[in-house]
């Protein structure tokens, strides 16, 4: 596995002036959670650098599992000019309930309608994003000679039967098909190193495994805690313990309802609270009803998510029991911008858990543990050196893997090695 060499400059770069990109993967702005605000950055850092990029990608939907937009009800494709890249949005379904079938016939619509435009735009190169198996079909299908690299955001064989979304069968059919695209890959980039070291066991050249980190995509509201629970309508004599972004089945987040249950029994002063939506909202919902200290709140825009992290007391990370290869939250890059300290109920030898204790930037709890989520809430919120403590390592663990300028620069760095392959 190697490092791609960032080339610092946001400049137009010779390597990939006037060259034709075409990334394609399911999601993109305006979805604002989930892995859409990094292939969005990548498609903006490409085009800075003077590249004639194209995205190819579905309507929006996540993490609602809903097209809410009018616009994306009826039609097929879409073409629109966004800041200056052109974008194709091409129809597919999607499933009111994120089950095997259901993102089965999604990916396979995707497929369909994706294909002939990746195949038809041209490209001097073809970057795919995955998850979503028919964004890198797609891409070795309709890529005609040109070099394909792939953007690893989650491993979807691995989410499919760590989730539970699955049966080990369907996981290992899953898993399958995506080393079958990424082996025909000229570049695979991961943004997590145990990513790459799962793929070259399983067979994906070594040399073509890079690693392309994400990066924090918020900026840290100015509020002081009490002004943004002003500005909220949130107490401010309680303890906030916040989980943010998608609710879906690998968070596993019956577990904080759960913490908030106890929390209410214990007579303490602790709020869970969840902002977000997604597949389990609705369960969510019905397993927190008459639950005092835990309140589900809908998506934020991005001013009120910024204050709702200010608010918080604790930033809660919670993943389901076994989740331990497939993915690494997205969540982390922007709870390490805010200056609030971390609890995070996580698999012990899992991706997360190994990436938090090298940095030390958590409160470890095991995942699945109720009881020990809300003790190290109560720990970290009434300990004001070790919630220092895990602010600045978080702090640090952010400046070192996480900056914009640096991913930006990964981005064109790994795409101008694409075409020179």
Partial sequence: MTQVSPTGAATADPALRGARVTVVGINYAPESTGIAPYTTAMARALRDAGALVRVVTGVPHYPQWEVTDPRYRSGRRWHENVDGIDVLRVAHHVPPTADL?????????????????????????VV?????????????????????????????????????????????????????????????????????????????????????????????????????RQVLGWSTDEVIALHTGNMGMKQGLEVLVDAGRLAGEDGGCVRVVLVGDGNQRDRLVQLAHGLARVTILEPLDDERYGLALAAADVLLLNEKPGVREMSLPSKLTSYVATGRPIVAAVEPGGISHALLTQHGAAELVGAGDAAGVLAAVHRVSSDPARAGA????????????????????????????????
């Fill in 101 to 125: 079938g259901g993102r089965a016939r999604m990916e396979a619509t995707f497929l369909r309608n994706a294909l002939p435009a990746v195949r038809g735009s041209g490209a001097d190169a």
């Fill in 390 to 421: 895990l602010v600045a390592a978080g702090s640090r663990m952010g400046a070192a893997l996480w900056s914009a300028p640096a991913a930006e620069a990964r981005y064109r760095a790994f795409v101008a090695r694409l075409l020179d392959a």
């Fill in 128 to 228: 795919a994003v995955t998850p979503s198996l028919a964004g890198l079909a797609a891409g070795v299908l309709g890529s005609r000679g040109a070099p394909l690299g792939v953007v690893v955001q989650d491993l979807t064989g691995a989410g499919a039967g760590e989730s539970g979304t699955t049966g080990r069968a369907a996981a290992r059919a899953i898993t399958s098909g995506e080393l079958w695209g990424l082996r025909r890959a000229r570049l695979v980039g991961v943004i997590a190193p145990r990513f790459g070291e799962l793929l070259v066991e399983a067979g994906v050249d070594a040399d073509r495994v890079v690693d392309v980190p994400n990066f924090t995509h918020i900026t840290a509201s100015t509020a002081t805690r009490d002004e943004a």
